[in-house]
């Protein structure tokens, strides 16, 4: 089993639509999540982290974390073309390294 | 504020060779962590680097090495070139130790090597 697990997509979603991107992990005492946003050709950058239980906002974005299901996942809504990319599930494991997935990508139709 | 530094590009070398690649992280971040990234198996931590002493390091042969220097730039060397070694190799900088868990990863834009 993969120590971070996320479904490769392609996730396709029409433009002002909600896209919903899972991720699973292994670890249970992984403490610590993030979100990086990876365009084609370009380096990771993040869009979201997040540490305890239940939901975090900002502004389009939303983390979910669920500690006993091993799952967090992430929302975005009134998806846009230029939200097109590839989201890498990452988390901080107990062996206090980032463990990142292999990515799903995400294609907005205009 | 500048950003990751990655030096060079891109790069070409054949089997059996070595590689050096270079990380200037964001000022005033001691910690320089770097990852191989393909296609099939994603960002891989090989490891990471803090007040010039690794503190971590991925599952990856010996012949994946590194350093930082005082001014917290720093190198990776890949010895003996494989096929297989071919990759984006990226490196991140944060400003707290990964272990704290709550640092965000600032990445360069990668050193893209081909082995052939």
């Known amino acids: 089993q993969k120590e971070v697990e996320q479904n490769s997509g392609p996730l396709s979603v029409p433009e002002g639509a909600i896209a919903s991107l899972n991720c699973t992990y292994s670890?249970?005492?992984?403490?610590?999540f993030f979100w990086y946003r990876q365009y084609s050709g370009k380096s990771p950058e993040l869009i979201m982290s997040?540490?305890?239980?239940g939901d975090k906002e900002d502004g389009r974005f939303t983390a979910q974390l669920n500690k006993a299901s091993q799952y967090v996942s992430l929302l975005i809504r009134d998806s846009q073309p230029s939200d097109s990319a590839t989201y890498l599930c990452?988390?901080?494991?107990?062996?206090?390294?980032?463990?990142f997935g292999t990515g799903t990508r995400l294609k907005v139709l205009a | 504020k500048a950003g990751v530094t990655q030096t060079p590009r891109y790069l070409i070398k054949t089997r059996g060779q070595q590689v050096t690649l270079s990380c200037s992280p964001i000022?005033?971040?001691?910690?320089v962590s770097w990852y191989q990234q393909t296609p099939g198996q994603g960002l891989q931590f090989l490891f990471e680097?803090?007040?010039?002493?690794?503190?971590n390091k991925g599952n990856f042969p010996g012949r994946f090495s590194g350093r930082q220097f005082s001014n917290s730039r720093s190198e990776m060397n890949v010895s003996t070139l494989e096929l297989g070694d071919s990759a984006l190799y990226l490196c991140?900088?944060?400003?707290?130790?990964?272990?704290?868990?709550?640092?965000?990863?600032?990445f360069g834009e990668g050193s893209r090597l081909t082995v052939l």
């Open positions: 991140a900088s944060s400003s707290t130790l990964l272990a704290a868990g709550t640092g965000e990863l600032f």
């Open positions: 670890d249970r005492v992984s403490q610590s």
């Open positions: 997040i540490y305890s239980n």
């Open positions: 990452a988390v901080n494991t107990g062996t206090y390294k980032y463990i």
């Open positions: 000022s005033g971040h001691r910690s």
């Open positions: 680097y803090f007040s010039e002493t690794q503190r």
